[in-house]
């Protein structure tokens, strides 16, 4: 394996060669300095969002208010968010882990400048944070396996990836970039030659990853297993095996005691609660005792591996038999009407081809990289760390026929094999004979081991002989006139210039739409019901009962919630649902025009997407 060293450049040496021996003897401070601009990059090309704080998920603006609540003194271990469904407030099943870096943002820059533009300028920079690990994770995996000086190349190839680097933009402020930077390193640990420090990486990185939320439970087991058998295969990883065990077990404990709310500390299934960290502390205490014995035998080493997944296995489902469900453990009703309704949740086969084509590109030629890099490297030391690398990556490509939602994952993982590629095909064609070739046919490889030219196979244009486009063509998974209002809309109503002059009004209770709620007790002094998150499943019931059942139900529901005034956005997704699902009810007749005595109009400023009632 190519675990490179420094070394000094040789006597009579050329420009390229002095060149390489740069890249890899300051490797790490290149790739920072890389981060750095690219950041400065994204800053500046995504200013206007920036400036208008354009938290556009959900869960965005819910990870703002926890920051802002830690902020404004609440305790470190209560995660409630009091401005949903008040006065009870509204449960959040996260961690603080990703509060830290945006908060420690807002203090700074509150150093120099107001507190409304200290979090536009953290909500800028902190999604940023952990592309440089993502980067530095890809780097010295490129390094490891494919060349000291491969690791630019993984880099572009990351930056070329649409659906990962979504995660990191300005403004994507929850989680996910921070469990994307854990799995970078958790391929580089898989693929590093020096078992302490390769074992070590994979258990810290999977327990941060946990403590951060459960969405990559999967792939931290599936490292797990990797990293067992290699030492099935191999006895003398046994010393990797151990220390993988031990601190994941360690970490995943301190990772509890540090970040855990009150709400995670009873045995639920949709966080690091003592249900998963005893599931992850057995896991790795079992597989420590096995590789401490290391028997000399491989069958006896797989039979210990497979007992001890078996114990955990049994364990858990006589211990926690109500973890073996949904994790979300919702009401069937909110199941049905609502989870099961998710487009991210569905498997990418589901959702229209011209969506999944742009996702899966990456990842099927990572994938295929990988295994021709494994396959060169059968008779070579690089196979012990191109095998775990391609087993990790088929999962990666695997977990897309389960849900969509692993697109990002995928891609990343895809990086290393799709290097390979570039590797193996750049050198013929910059090598050739024709000077066309060695231009067009090099940045043909490019596109096509990068997977660039998705965007382009799928634009949706279609020419005839005479240049123009073809009448009524309709490409796959185009949306339609309906589509785009819907889409509009829903954007719309969740923008600053529509929500900021509801502060015109006292502060009181608005009852709105779930998705609104998030994004309308940021932007305004207001209070609101529900959010889509899955604790609190009575209060969503409520906001979906009140707009879908009749008018007198309704407004017995918003009255024993407290809320004085309504708030809707026509046309916005969720009212579609209302609409579609329960003809004749509260909404449906809301938006056909009629009036309600309950009801009075309240003015927005003209043109707003919004419409208000107050109610009596």
Request: proline share 7%.
């Amino acid at each position: 394996m190519r675990e490179a060293s420094s070394v000094g450049t040789p006597p009579g040496a050329t420009g390229r060669d002095r060149l390489l021996v740069e890249l890899d003897r300051h490797w790490v401070r290149l790739v920072l300095v890389a981060w750095v601009a690219i950041m400065a990059w994204y800053l500046w090309d995504r200013w206007g969002p920036v400036r208008w704080l354009s938290l556009g998920d959900t869960d965005d603006n819910m990870r703002l208010m926890q920051v802002r609540g830690l902020l404004a003194g609440q305790g470190w271990y209560d995660l409630t968010q009091y401005r949903l469904n008040p006065p009870t407030g509204f449960n959040i099943h996260w961690s603080r882990i990703v509060d830290l870096p945006i908060a420690g943002l807002i203090l700074f820059f509150r150093l120099f400048t107001s507190n409304a533009w200290a979090e536009r300028l953290a909500c800028g920079i902190a999604p940023l944070i952990p592309l440089s690990v993502a980067m530095l994770g890809l780097a010295a995996t490129a390094r490891r396996l494919v060349s000291p000086v491969a690791w630019p190349v993984a880099a572009v190839f990351l930056l070329l990836a649409p659906t990962t680097m979504l995660m990191f933009m300005p403004e994507r402020i929850d989680h996910h970039g921070w469990q994307l930077a854990m799995l970078s390193l958790t391929v580089a640990g898989l693929c590093d030659p020096k078992g302490t420090r390769g074992g070590a990486t994979v258990g810290i990185a999977s327990a941060v990853s946990l403590a951060i939320g459960l969405e990559m439970l999967p792939y931290c087991a599936m490292a797990g297993a990797i990293i067992a058998l290699r030492w099935v295969w191999d006895r003398a990883d046994a010393l990797r095996l151990q220390v993988y065990g031990l601190t994941l077990a360690g970490a995943s404990a301190a990772g509890f005691a540090a970040f855990a709310s009150y709400a995670n500390r009873v045995p639920r299934c949709d966080a690091l609660t003592p249900v998963w960290l005893s599931v992850v502390v057995v896991a790795g205490a079992l597989l420590f005792a096995a590789a401490r014995v290391n028997p000399a035998s491989r069958g006896v080493r797989l039979a210990l591996t497979v007992g001890a997944g078996a114990l955990v296995a049994v364990g858990f489902a006589l211990l926690f038999p109500q973890c073996l469900g949904r994790p979300e453990q919702v009401s069937p009703e909110l199941a049905r009407n609502w989870l099961n309704n998710v487009k991210e949740a569905k498997p990418i086969y589901q959702h229209p081809f011209r969506l999944g084509f742009q996702i899966a590109t990456l990842p099927v030629i990572g994938l295929i990289g990988a295994l021709v890099a494994t396959w060169r490297a059968r008779r070579r030391a690089e196979i012990a760390g191109w095998a775990p690398v391609a087993l990790f990556t088929a999962f990666a490509c695997a977990m897309l026929l389960w849900q969509v939602r692993a697109g990002p994952a995928a891609q990343l993982l895809a990086v290393p094999g799709a290097v390979a590629l570039a590797w193996l095909l750049v050198p013929m064609t910059l090598g050739h004979r024709s000077a066309i070739v060695r231009v067009l046919g090099t940045a043909s490889a490019v596109l096509l081991v990068s997977g660039s030219f998705a965007p382009f196979a799928m634009k949706p244009f279609a020419l005839n002989l005479f240049g123009h486009p073809i009448v009524n063509y309709n490409p796959p998974g185009q949306p339609n006139a309906y589509v785009r209002r819907v889409n509009r809309a829903t954007g719309m109503c969740m923008t600053a210039p529509a929500l900021v002059p509801l502060n015109r009004y006292p502060a009181q209770t608005l009852f709105t739409f779930t998705d609104l709620g998030p994004r309308l007790i940021t932007l305004t002094h207001h209070d609101a019901i529900a959010g889509p998150y899955h604790r609190n499943g009575d209060a969503i019931l409520d906001v979906q009962h009140a707009f879908g059942r009749s008018p007198e139900e309704a407004h017995a529901i918003m009255k024993r919630h407290g809320a004085t005034m309504l708030m809707v956005c026509p046309d916005m997704a969720e009212s579609t649902i209302y609409r579609a699902r329960n003809p004749g009810g509260f909404y449906d007749q809301l938006a056909r025009g009629r009036k309600f005595d309950w009801l009075t109009p309240l003015p927005l400023p003209r043109g707003s997407p919004l419409r208000l009632f107050r109610i009596g």
